[in-house]
């Protein structure tokens, strides 16, 4: 838990966590600061449901008891619980999402502090989503953009690097995004990364010459579309890898 970020850091801000991260207390004082959180709960866990609403709407006898009780019978549907939590002298309560997985016949379960009218059950799942986004970023740094252990005990040549390879996989994103928007191919930024180095150089040659720019980048990205696009796109929105629809956007946005 020492990794998570200090709950007075949240004020109108929202943190994803997964399951690694579960802390009841952690969630309270998040919400204290004015800050928001969905994070992934183990499936093993067991508070008190204070209420209960399915799509039909609220099911008044599943209130008032503990969740492994009435488990059982979400079989294979969503569900939007008010929980209860000790916390010191009083309680605490938060919503549990529990997002029905067919492929895996369980539930996925979430807590969260978002206003249930303002996002459902599967609005937490798609902003959930947003979280696999972070870890192909770290995998995209160490395995493609040399983050790795630097031959060096120098702090400013250590930063430099860091900062070398991080915009290194910037660039590669921007080149994915860049590619998909102009051909309407799904690209992969694995895909990318992997293959985009040597074509770079020709790019790079052209901006130097000042001449060409406009002809590289469009071959290029005519390259990335042909040989880095997504294997299975469709089974990608389907199975969740896709299911947010990320897109490039103009400005930077603030929820509110």
Same mark, same amino acid.
């Given at each position: 838990?020492?990794?998570?970020?200090?709950?007075?850091?949240?004020?109108?801000?929202?943190?994803? &966590? /997964?399951?690694?991260?579960?802390?009841?207390?952690?969630?309270?004082?998040?919400?204290?600061?004015?800050?928001?959180?969905?994070?992934?709960? =183990?499936?093993?866990?067991?508070?008190?449901?204070?209420?209960?609403?399915?799509?039909?709407?609220?099911?008044?006898?599943?209130?008032?008891?503990?969740?492994?009780?009435?488990?059982?019978?979400?079989?294979?549907?969503?569900?939007?619980?008010?929980?209860?939590?000790?916390?010191?002298?009083?309680?605490?309560?938060?919503?549990?999402?529990?997002?029905?997985?067919?492929?895996?016949?369980?539930?996925?379960?979430?807590?969260?502090?978002? /206003?249930?009218?303002?996002?459902?059950?599967?609005?937490?799942?798609?902003?959930?989503?947003?979280?696999?986004?972070?870890?192909?970023?770290?995998?995209?740094?160490?395995?493609?953009?040399?983050?790795?252990?630097?031959?060096?005990?120098?702090?400013?040549?250590?930063?430099?690097?860091?900062?070398?390879?991080?915009?290194? &996989?910037?660039? =590669? +994103?921007?080149?994915?995004?860049? &590619?998909?928007?102009?051909?309407?191919?799904?690209?992969?930024? +694995?895909?990318?990364?992997?293959?985009?180095?040597?074509?770079?150089? /020709?790019?790079?040659?052209?901006?130097?010459?000042?001449?060409?720019?406009?002809?590289?980048?469009?071959?290029?990205? /005519?390259?990335?579309?042909?040989?880095?696009?997504?294997?299975?796109?469709?089974?990608?929105?389907?199975?969740?890898?896709?299911?947010?629809?990320?897109?490039?956007? !103009? !400005?930077?946005?603030?929820?509110?």
């Amino acid at each position: 838990m020492s990794f998570l970020p200090e709950p007075a850091s949240l004020l109108r801000k929202l943190i994803l &966590a /997964d399951r690694g991260y579960e802390d009841r207390n952690y969630f309270a004082r998040v919400d204290d600061a004015g800050g928001h959180f969905v994070i992934r709960c =183990k499936g093993s866990t067991n508070p008190m449901v204070e209420s209960c609403t399915l799509a039909g709407g609220p099911v008044r006898q599943f209130a008032n008891l503990p969740l492994k009780k009435i488990r059982s019978r979400l079989h294979g549907e969503n569900a939007d619980l008010v929980v209860v939590v000790k916390r010191g002298d009083g309680v605490f309560r938060c919503r549990l999402c529990l997002i029905w997985n067919p492929l895996h016949g369980s539930h996925m379960v979430l807590a969260t502090n978002l /206003d249930t009218v303002r996002f459902s059950v599967i609005a937490v799942r798609e902003i959930y989503a947003l979280r696999w986004q972070v870890e192909l970023a770290f995998k995209e740094w160490k395995s493609y953009a040399n983050l790795h252990k630097f031959q060096t005990g120098k702090a400013p040549i250590v930063q430099g690097l860091i900062w070398g390879s991080i915009a290194a &996989a910037l660039l =590669k +994103r921007f080149l994915a995004h860049a &590619a998909q928007a102009v051909h309407g191919v799904a690209t992969s930024t +694995r895909r990318v990364a992997m293959a985009v180095l040597d074509h770079l150089r /020709d790019l790079f040659q052209a901006f130097l010459a000042r001449s060409g720019v406009s002809m590289a980048l469009a071959k290029l990205l /005519d390259f990335l579309a042909r040989k880095a696009g997504r294997a299975h796109p469709k089974r990608d929105r389907a199975t969740g890898r896709l299911f947010p629809g990320l897109r490039t956007v !103009q !400005q930077p946005t603030e929820i509110a």
